[in-house]
């Protein structure tokens, strides 16, 4: 089982709304990636987590607050967002977060968010 | 720091043709270079890793090579077919986090 699975495929939600997104993985990585992408763009990071602990935060406004609550779910909290958050949101994993060879990253297929 | 590139933005070609996809980096001491196709809205499916130690790999029509001491990499589709037709996007995936270049759109022509 090679897959990343990310739920819900869509959501639509106000500004005032509070809602979480979710992804999963049975491959047993432990590291975990959430990913901005805007249309035509290349995915941009937004966090990463490191053995269920955040490593990176790319300065991401707190109205994100990412969620890892173990070693094969990482959960992404939104509240309050803007419009300009809409987005697809991608989840990835790797086998660990340490620079070396072969450490594939395997991408879910995204959320798509719109913010309304 | 690292930089990924990738050469053209966009490419039209007719079916049955061979291309080649450019990918170029700055930083040669490069670990992984994974190449990833992406359709419109989807997620990104992983085409071929190359670990630093190796020079290529293939996968059915797909060769990806990589020339660290150039900074490049090139994906080659054979025989390309309407179903290529996608956002090709390589990245470095060796280090904490991962580089992607802007990606090449290709459109395969029926």
């Known amino acids: 089982d090679t897959e990343v699975t990310q739920t819900p495929k869509h959501l639509v939600m106000g500004m005032t709304n509070k809602k979480s997104l979710k992804c999963e993985q049975h491959?047993?990585?432990?590291?975990m990636y959430w990913y901005k992408q805007k249309a035509k763009k290349p995915p941009e990071l937004m966090f990463v987590?490191?053995?269920?602990?955040?490593?990176i935060n790319e300065s991401v406004p707190s109205r994100f607050s990412p969620e890892c609550p173990n070693s094969s779910l990482l959960n992404l909290h939104l509240h309050a967002l803007q419009p300009e958050d809409s987005a697809l949101y991608l989840c990835?994993?790797?086998?660990?977060?340490?620079?070396?060879?072969?450490?594939?990253?395997?991408f879910g297929q995204g959320t798509r968010l719109t913010v309304v | 720091k690292q930089e990924v590139t990738q050469i053209p933005a966009a490419l039209s070609v007719p079916e049955g043709e061979n291309l080649v996809l450019n990918c170029s980096f700055t930083?040669?001491?490069?670990?992984?270079l994974q190449w990833f196709r992406q359709d419109p809205g989807k997620g990104l499916t992983s085409l071929l890793l190359?670990?630093?130690?190796?020079r290529e790999q293939t996968s059915g029509r797909l060769n990806a090579s990589l020339d660290k001491s150039s900074g490049r990499s090139t994906l080659y589709i054979a025989a390309s077919q309407p179903g290529d037709s996608a956002t090709y996007l390589c990245?470095?995936?060796?280090?904490?986090?991962?580089?992607f270049g802007a990606g090449t759109r290709l459109f395969v022509k029926a």
């Open positions: 987590y490191s053995y269920e602990k955040l490593s």
């Open positions: 990835a994993s790797r086998v660990r977060a340490v620079i070396a060879q072969g450490l594939e990253a395997f």
């Open positions: 190359i670990q630093s130690s190796q």
């Open positions: 930083d040669s001491a490069i670990y992984n």
């Open positions: 990245a470095d995936t060796g280090g904490f986090k991962t580089i």
């Open positions: 491959m047993g990585h432990r590291a």
